[in-house]
């Protein structure tokens, strides 16, 4: 008994008190990772390898189209009028006016699509602005947001002005 009393005043005198209360704290450290953390982790790495459920149908489906020829060329203008027309659509379901759209082609990617970058001022309130946004993006699969600049002319107005910036993605057959 004096021998492990000697021991623990020689560990006391070595590591201090500090380092004598840090044994047990690590020990619970370690088995709160085992028991909690580990299995939470296999968890999460399976629900990573899951496909992502949710409706994966769109009114849009992406286009195809060439742009060797020429009447392959005039299709794809019409696939951008009909995107154009169902961003301006969604405008209307959201009971927000487009007054001016603004688009033009900022990009060939090397990927095979040609990138057409669409900027529309609009003045309307907070929640009909992002009710048109989530339904844009829903209904054209093949355009991103870039950019959404807000601005209020008072704190207490409803009205907020908004610049938005799309980019609309053209897939091409070579």
């Known amino acids: 008994m004096k021998r492990l009393l000697w021991i623990s005043m020689h560990l006391v005198d070595r590591i201090g008190w500090s380092g004598l209360l840090s044994i047990p704290v690590f020990a619970f450290a370690s088995l709160f990772y085992i028991a909690a953390l580990l299995p939470l982790q296999s968890e999460m790495q399976a629900l990573a390898h899951q496909q992502p459920v949710g409706d994966t149908s769109s009114t849009v489906s992406p286009v195809q189209v060439s742009v060797s020829e020429p009447e392959q060329a005039s299709a794809l203008n019409e696939h951008l009028e009909d995107y154009l027309k169902q961003i301006y659509e969604s405008g209307i379901n959201a009971g927000l006016p487009i007054k001016r759209m603004d688009y033009r082609m900022v990009a060939e990617a090397g990927g095979g699509s040609l990138q057409y970058q669409i ?48 980019t609309l993605f053209l897939p091409v057959r070579p």
């Open 119 to 166: 900027s529309m001022p609009l003045t309307h309130s907070y929640p009909g602005i992002r009710t048109f946004i989530a339904d844009v993006l829903h209904r054209v699969p093949v355009l991103s947001l870039d950019q959404v600049q807000l601005s209020r002319k008072r704190i207490a107005d409803p009205v907020v002005e908004a610049e938005l910036r799309f």
